[in-house]
């Protein structure tokens, strides 16, 4: 049974420039994000101003209080928009990086593991990288889990170059399948 794990062994030379990659992938990332984040943080400053120099023109009575109360609801509804996107900018990236690497290696080790672990071991892995089988009078079908689908299509292909232009990317698992 642990034969099928070979099937989802990514080469070690392949699996540095997967990690490389998502490296690459994550630093970029978090380079946009904050590119985002100083934007986000420059828009809430100057609608703070705003607000701060329309309730000066308020107290001075040059805007009445129907248009201040207005205004400052539109501002208020702003602001937490703004507020709402930085927060979902410091969403944890980090850890799915390091589920994607942890998938990775995994995949790598996946038959390793298994073959010196105890039964029970060996059912948690199993169950980890396989969602069902089919069988034959002669022969065992597997069907992966994400991503490890995607990792056995590309080994069985030996297709880890997904993108094929100057760079040579490896193939990385695409992201939101690795949160599954």
């Given amino acids: 049974m642990g034969v099928i794990l070979k099937d989802i062994q990514i080469p ?3 699996l540095l420039q ?4 998502l490296l690459d992938d994550h630093g970029r990332e978090q380079d946009d994000s904050r590119r985002q984040q100083q934007s986000l943080e420059r828009r809430r400053a100057s609608l703070q101003q ?4 329309a309730y000066q023109d308020k107290l001075d009575g040059k805007i009445t209080e129907e248009y201040w109360q207005r205004r400052a609801a ?3 509804t702003e602001e937490l928009q703004i507020l709402n996107r930085l927060t979902a900018l410091e969403a944890p990236r980090q850890e799915r990086l390091l589920n994607a690497a942890r998938i990775l290696e995994l995949a790598n080790k ?3 593991l298994y073959v ?3 039964p029970r071991e060996q059912a948690k892995l199993l169950k980890m990288v396989l969602s069902n089988c089919a069988l034959d009078a002669i022969s065992l079908y597997p069907t992966y889990r994400k991503p490890f689908d995607l990792i056995f ?3 069985k292909k030996e297709e880890w170059y997904a993108r094929v232009d100057s760079n040579h990317r490896p193939f990385a698992p695409e992201a939101n ?4």
Avoid: C, F, P, T
């Avoid at 399948?177 to 599954?180: C, D, N, P």
């Fill in 110 to 112: 996946a038959y390793s």
């Fill in 50 to 53: 705003r607000i701060d120099g």
């Fill in 153 to 155: 299509r590309r080994a």
């Fill in 12 to 14: 070690d030379e392949i």
């Fill in 74 to 76: 539109e501002w208020q």
């Fill in 116 to 118: 010196s672990q105890n």
């Fill in 18 to 21: 997967l990690k490389e990659s």
């Fill in 177 to 180: 399948a690795l949160s599954s």
